[in-house]
């Protein structure tokens, strides 16, 4: 019997300090869905521990991800999850100036400088690819491709005939928590009956699955043909849920903001926009809810020192078990 992580591992500066690196410094990292920025000059960006990036649309229709700091005194270039830009950005700090593909335009007031070629103070390029529309950057420049890493919810939303909406609304919360506690939440449909009341009564006798195929977990609950959580959940390592349900989708980031602090960040996605998210928008607001009252307790409970680790259910806890090993080989 597989026991659990230890205790320190969550909420730990040490731990906050090697994953960043380590998991989130050499992973795929989902930015937006390239629809919210459609523009030349629009852009999408994200802070996931601590790794500042954004992707621009350039003026030759081709999306390029950055990292968000200005090449003279690491000012930001763009603040918030989106917006655009009239033709360049330019640094909030001193108003450095650059082209949309990442090219220095200007220094502005800096002057002539003996040994200062522009050529040499570009934005800090990161990978970019697109699937089926959602936009992920990679930091590792030697790592495998996206394509890889997401080709067995491709086989799955292509059996199925599921595609993946339009972008219609963004939602963010704030949890008092590690991200690996919220991540092993996710995992797992073990906590259902105690802490989702009413989920469960949605699921009723449903056969409720889990398993691992490469980079992914997949959870289906096996005989629901109505309500709003009827569909499939797909679990892109190292924090992205992908929601398939019924009347649209919703991706999920897990987005670690600190030692114990975690941001979930909701991308809802609805070919009627807002208005057709009907009854999965309050579904998606009460689990939460819920989630973030049990995952908070946890995170209490993991830092007040009575508890070191305990076991998985080999029946149950699959997944958290094998998102546990990965996390365990980081820190060996």
């Known amino acids: 019997m597989q026991a659990t992580l230890p205790a320190r591992l969550y909420g730990s500066p040490d731990a906050w300090a090697r994953e960043r690196s380590d998991v989130f410094g050499r992973a795929w990292l989902f930015l937006g869905h390239e629809a919210e920025a459609a523009a030349p000059g629009d852009w999408i960006a994200a802070d996931i521990a601590g790794h500042r990036l954004f992707a621009v649309r350039g003026k030759d229709g081709a999306l390029r991800a950055f990292h968000n700091v200005c090449r003279h005194r690491a000012g930001p270039l763009v603040e918030g999850p989106r917006g655009h830009c009239e033709g360049e ?149 190292p924090n992205l849920g992908i929601n398939v349900y019924r009347d649209g989708a919703m991706i999920e980031r897990m987005t670690p903001v600190g030692p114990g602090r975690t941001r979930l960040d909701y991308l809802f996605l609805n070919d009627g926009g807002e208005g057709a998210l009907g009854e999965a928008l309050d579904a998606s607001d009460r689990l939460t809810a819920e989630d973030a009252r049990i995952c908070e307790a946890v995170q209490a409970n993991l830092s007040a020192g009575a508890y070191d680790h305990g076991v998985l259910s080999p029946r149950h806890e699959m997944a958290v078990g094998w998102f546990q090993s990965r996390i365990a080989e980081i820190h060996a």
């Open 89 to 237: 950005l330019t640094c909030a700090y001193h108003g450095w100036r650059y082209a949309l593909d990442g090219r220095l335009r200007a220094a502005t007031g800096f002057g002539a400088a003996e040994g200062f070629d522009p050529r040499d103070f570009g934005l800090l390029p990161v990978r970019l690819e697109i699937w089926r529309g959602l936009a992920f950057a990679c930091l590792d420049s030697d790592g495998p491709p996206l394509e890889q890493l997401v080709a067995p919810l491709e086989a799955l939303l292509s059996e199925r005939g599921l595609s993946i909406a339009a972008p219609a609304l963004r939602r963010s919360h704030d949890l008092a928590c590690d991200w690996k506690v919220y991540a092993e939440n996710y995992l797992e449909g073990y906590h259902i009956g105690a802490v989702h009341p009413v989920l469960s009564d949605e699921l009723g006798s449903a056969e409720y699955r889990v398993r691992v195929e490469g980079q992914l977990v997949v959870q289906e609950a096996v005989g629901v043909n109505d309500g709003p959580q009827a569909g499939v959940w797909g679990w892109l390592w």
